[in-house]
């Protein structure tokens, strides 16, 4: 019913399409507005289809919305909570952090490792969990499966422990190890997800990667570099590459 009404949009219309199609609260949203656009000039039998349209849209949003409310903290206690160590590939002394989550999908995850590492969430990440990539899917990507469709528990499913990699600034490549380190059952009176440890600041963003930051901090500690002044103006001042604030991160996480 959906396909035959011409106001739709046409990306919408390819989700449709698909063999399990997902869409956003907002786009649930439109195809409601659409559809009750539809039932104006409608005939009597396909007016009722229409309506008995709309009411499964609407089962959708309501489902939709109660699990967002029985996931808010207080209402509802998670299951299962993964410790996880997230390590910054190919830099010496190791930046990490360590971060407890509950049972969440990786697009979630992602929310949590940009504010654990202290990134700005302005490049394209992906994750690669033995081998197969997961990100925020594209019709035109077939090779990228949505991070929203699978979770940790399905990651973490079975005794192997499974080789995860999230990469981040597809130009810079950061690489992050996640090692899942413990398995536990939640704490009374503590939100998830929360940060435990971590040593050593983030690099500031377009920096040029692993290799473009050993530069950049050898540039920041000698004030005779060449390309002392340069950095320090981009920075906009002072940097301090052994700087982590854990307060700061899990003030941040508990928005999350």
């Known amino acids: 019913m959906l396909m ?8 919408i219309l390819k989700k449709l399409a698909m063999e399990k199609p997902k869409l956003t609260v907002g786009e649930v949203g439109g195809l409601l507005m659409a559809v009750a656009e539809a039932m104006i000039d409608a005939p009597p039998l396909q007016c009722f289809a229409l309506i008995m349209t709309a009411k499964s849209l609407m089962d959708c949003l309501e489902a939709e919305v109660t699990g967002a409310l029985e996931s808010t903290p207080g209402s509802a206690r998670p299951s299962v909570v993964y410790r996880l160590r997230i390590t910054l590939a190919d830099i010496e002394p ?13 697009g979630e995850l992602h929310e949590v490792i940009q504010i654990a590492m202290g990134w700005q969430n302005s490049h394209m990440h992906q994750f690669v969990v033995n081998g197969k990539h997961f990100g925020q899917a594209m019709l035109d990507d077939l090779d990228i499966e949505d991070e929203a469709d699978i979770r940790l528990s399905q990651v973490f499913k079975g005794k192997k422990k499974p080789r995860i990699v999230y990469e ?8 992050h190890e ?68 854990l307060n700061a991160v899990n003030r941040e996480l508990r928005t999350v």
Not at 4 to 11: S, T
Not at 99 to 105: L, T
Not at 168 to 175: E, H, K, M, T
């Open 178 to 245: 996640i090692a899942l380190e413990k398995t536990l059952e939640p704490e009374p009176k503590v939100e998830y997800p929360r940060c435990l440890e971590g040593a050593r600041a983030c690099p500031p963003e377009d920096c040029g990667g692993a290799w473009g930051y050993a530069d950049f901090l050898e540039a920041m500690a000698d004030p005779k570099h060449e390309n002392h002044r340069d950095m320090k103006e981009w920075i906009g001042g002072k940097f301090d590459p052994e700087k982590f604030d």
């Open 94 to 106: 190791a930046i990490w952090r360590l971060v407890e989550v509950p049972d969440c999908s990786l």
């Open 168 to 175: 981040y600034d597809f130009g810079d490549s950061w690489q």
């Open 4 to 11: 035959m009404i011409p106001a739709i949009d046409e990306k």
